[in-house]
């Protein structure tokens, strides 16, 4: 399957910004899906998954309650919005399938990955 990522920008302290996920394959509609994102220098963390169906979702403390995951499965997209950003969320942003279960590992899971999208959010 094939991702691709979109969204990314240049954004103020405090801005908005909503990135999108689009999957080539519905066989995406089985599996989690999530977001991580790299900033230079750093390795890839977890953000935020949500399960199969979107039924739970999941996020990273450094996120809980400025993010919200959702998707579409009528459009094999995966979305996520961002609010109240903070120069600390600059990073590449890259959206993923996990393989390995219906919901979301944070980690451990096997990962299909679509090509990342900058987010700068300047102070």
């Known amino acids: 399957v094939q991702l691709q990522a979109s969204g990314g920008g240049l954004v103020q302290a405090g801005g908005s910004l909503r990135l999108s996920c689009a999957a080539s394959?519905?066989?995406?509609?089985?599996?989690?899906m999530g977001w991580f994102r790299q900033a230079p220098g750093k390795e890839r963390e977890f953000v935020a998954g949500i399960s199969w169906n979107g039924g739970s979702t999941y996020y990273a403390d450094t996120v809980k309650g400025r993010f919200t995951i959702s998707r579409d499965r009528t459009k094999n997209t995966l979305y996520l919005q961002m609010g109240n950003l903070k120069p600390e969320d600059t990073a590449v942003y890259y959206c993923?399938?996990?393989?390995?279960?219906?919901?979301?590992?944070?980690?451990?899971?096997?990962?299909?990955w679509g090509k990342g999208t900058q987010v700068t959010v300047s102070s």
């Open positions: 394959s519905r066989t995406v509609s089985n599996n989690g």
């Open positions: 993923a399938v996990d393989a390995s279960s219906p919901y979301f590992r944070r980690s451990g899971g096997i990962y299909s």
